[in-house]
T-cell receptor, first 115, second 112 residues
Framework: DTAVSQTPKYLVTQMGNDKSIKCEQN?????MYWYKQDSKKFLKIMFS???????INETVPNRFSPKSPDKAHLNLHINSLELGDSAVYFC??????????????FGEGSRLTVL | QKEVEQNSGPLSVPEGAIASLNCTYS??????FFWYRQYSGKSPELIMF????GDKEDGRFTAQLNKASQYVSLLIRDSQPSDSATYLC????????????FGKGTTLSVSS
């Protein structure tokens, strides 16, 4: 059983299109995240949800809109895609025990290519 | 701006040698420190975590933390070609609900 699963794994699309990535975790964790990894391998936090509540919203264009229908699911919708959005988007989850957090469990990543 | 700095490498070591990977962080209140390994085209996987000053050993891996110097390191003993990957240092800030901040990673190459 995959602990954190993302779909789709690959996305190739044209500039200006809208696309969504879905994430589900079956670990019973209460916190989920979206990270973006660029071509230089830099992993940058985008959003974090704790029990369906948005708790981290880094400086991300408002073309990116996360949604968490329940604590096991976190989706990412991207409007009006731009070339610079090309990256690997990782979903992750953790059991956040306050100051001392548990480890992050990552999904396999969704590679987005904008042409 | 909270930052985590790593030397991007590549760090090249021969098989059987000790590989030493270093990381510094800017937020003095950081509480939790993690080392992740990422193979090309794969997702990051946790190798070690450390919360307290000193050393923590797990098999061939040793994590070292010095909060006064804001420095974390990872030693890999008896390096194997399968250890060739990008190693990501990650730090969590002092407040509940903060996410892990990652360094840009160090690429390790172990030659046989």
């Amino acid at each position: 059983d995959t602990a954190v699963s993302q779909t789709p794994k690959y996305l190739v699309t044209q500039m200006g299109n809208d696309k969504s990535i879905k994430c589900e975790q079956n670990l019973g964790h209460d916190t989920m995240y979206w990270y973006k990894q660029d071509s230089k391998k830099f992993l940058k936090i985008m959003f974090s949800y704790n029990n369906k509540e948005l708790i981290i919203n880094e400086t991300v264009p408002n073309r990116f809109s996360p949604k968490s229908p329940d604590k096991a699911h976190l989706n990412l919708h991207i409007n009006s895609l731009e070339l610079g959005d090309s990256a690997v988007y990782f979903c992750a989850s953790s059991h956040d025990r306050g100051i001392v957090t548990g480890e992050l469990f990552f999904g396999e990543g969704s590679r987005l290519t904008v042409l | 701006q909270k930052e985590v700095e790593q030397n991007s490498g590549p760090l090249s070591v021969p098989e059987g040698a000790i590989a030493s990977l270093n990381c510094t962080y800017s937020d003095r209140g950081s509480q939790s420190f993690f080392w992740y390994r990422q193979y090309s085209g794969k997702s990051p996987e946790l190798i070690m975590f450390i919360y307290s000053n000193g050393d923590k050993e797990d098999g061939r891996f040793t994590a070292q933390l010095n909060k006064a110097s804001q420095y974390v390191s990872l030693l890999i003993r008896d390096s194997q070609p399968s250890d060739s990957a990008t190693y990501l240092c990650a730090v969590k800030g002092p407040r509940a609900g903060t996410a892990l901040i990652f360094g840009k990673g160090t690429t390790l190459s172990v030659s046989s």
